[in-house]
T-cell receptor, first 113, second 115 residues
Framework: AQKITQTQPGMFVQEKEAVTLDCTYD???????LFWYKQPSSGEMIFLIY??????QNATEGRYSLNFQKARKSANLVISASQLGDSAMYFC??????????FGAGTRLFVKA | DAGVTQSPTHLIKTRGQHVTLRCSPI?????VSWYQQVLGQGPQFIFQ???????GRGNFPDRFSARQFPNYSSELNVNALLLGDSALYLC??????????????FGPGTRLTVL
């Protein structure tokens, strides 16, 4: 069975500092994708970054990078130079089989000025 | 280009009633997925439709049904509403149903409250 685990219910970070949000996953499917989404208080899920199971390099998108450790089944999100607007819920998600995406419980990030 | 749109934004119903939620995907996207997000939890997969055919279904009762129209828009129907159906209902569109780099893009959601 597929599973996504986010163990940090809440995280605090000082503005302009980097922060790592943890995500571990479990799947027996050799082909899968890992996603991170941001959900502000408005409710809309905003796509941040994607990592494929066969990708050799860690994904990066601007200030976002994904620290993919396949043997450990972890896919942590790193946000560099945090901004006040980064305060939101962050969800890690696992996609297998192309049509079903499983989301973790989320981590709420608070950025302090 | 317009993103994924959903209507209505908010909805209040009473137990036992029926509700229909609507979603229009991004232009050119042929797949729509529906998710339920209960307060304090991550989204849970309900359905995916691709080219008007149901491609997958999550662990939801038969009270939940959906369909996709020739223009790729979609409706989610919930019958005999229960208090536990109160949630944010999210629609996501993708080119072919997601997978690999075929990213799902989400709409703003419909917040359903069942009294």
């Amino acid at each position: 069975a597929q599973k996504i685990t986010q163990t940090q219910p809440g995280m605090f970070v000082q503005e302009k500092e980097a922060v790592t949000l943890d995500c571990t996953y479990d799947t027996s499917d050799p082909s899968y994708g890992l996603f991170w989404y941001k959900q502000p208080s408005s409710g809309e899920m905003i796509f941040l970054i994607y990592q494929g199971s066969y990708d050799q390099q860690n994904a990066t998108e601007g200030r976002y990078s994904l620290n993919f450790q396949k043997a450990r089944k972890s896919a942590n999100l790193v946000i560099s130079a945090s901004q006040l607007g980064d305060s939101a819920m962050y969800f890690c998600a696992l996609e297998t089989g192309g049509f079903k995406t499983i989301f973790g419980a989320g981590t709420r990030l608070f950025v302090k000025a | 280009d317009a993103g994924v749109t959903q209507s209505p934004t908010h909805l209040i119903k009473t137990r036992g009633q029926h509700v229909t939620l609507r979603c229009s995907p991004i232009s050119g996207h042929k797949s729509v997925s529906w998710y339920q997000q209960v307060l304090g939890q991550g989204p849970q997969f309900i359905f995916q439709y691709y080219e008007k055919e149901e491609r997958g279904r999550g662990n939801f009762p038969d009270r939940f049904s959906a369909r996709q129209f020739p223009n790729y828009s979609s409706e989610l129907n919930v019958n005999a509403l229960l208090l536990g159906d109160s949630a944010l209902y999210l629609c996501a569109s993708s080119l072919y149903g997601g997978g690999g780099t075929d990213t799902q893009y989400f709409g703003p959601g419909t917040r359903l409250t069942v009294l």
